[in-house]
């Protein structure tokens, strides 16, 4: 996955960047009609900023404030981390359900709300296992974007001169 970004600043190692928020319903044909879009269109276009260490491959380029820089985050990695932040707490969610529902025809609970209340726990139980595999420092430095490289700047046209 990759994503352009303006460097905004420089310190030593750390460069700052800053990359605007896309959202996609702004290419959609269903715009008005839609409240995703209706959202989408009250919300302001929003920034993300961020601050990295330069690559050692990158010790021979230059960067400076204003460059636009390629960004990049391994495909497999977001697949794998979006996979268990979503999907493990939905698991959670439909076993302890399961559970509790053949706790309940086996009248081993007496109630339904408790059957209920043991596939919220379920669901709990799977976001917090989520949290604790995200919140792995190898996970988070795999997660972590890498500038891939530096666009060359462009120039306006309007300020060239005719000499």
Known sequence: MEELATVTAIDNEKITMVSRIKSTCNSCSQLDTCASGQVAKAIPKKTLSFTLIKPKSMDNMTINIGDCVVLTV??????????????????????????????????????ELAGVALGLVGGYLGYRVAKQLQSNPSKQKSLQPEILKVLPKLFDVNTLSTD
Do not use: C
Not at 77 to 88: E, G, K, T
Not at 98 to 111: K, R, V, Y
């Open 74 to 111: 391994p495909e497999g990695d977001v697949l794998h981390s979006a996979w268990q932040v979503y999907l493990l707490p939905v698991f959670g969610l439909f076993s302890f359900s399961a559970l509790g529902q053949w706790l309940l025809q086996e009248n081993i609970l007496s109630h």
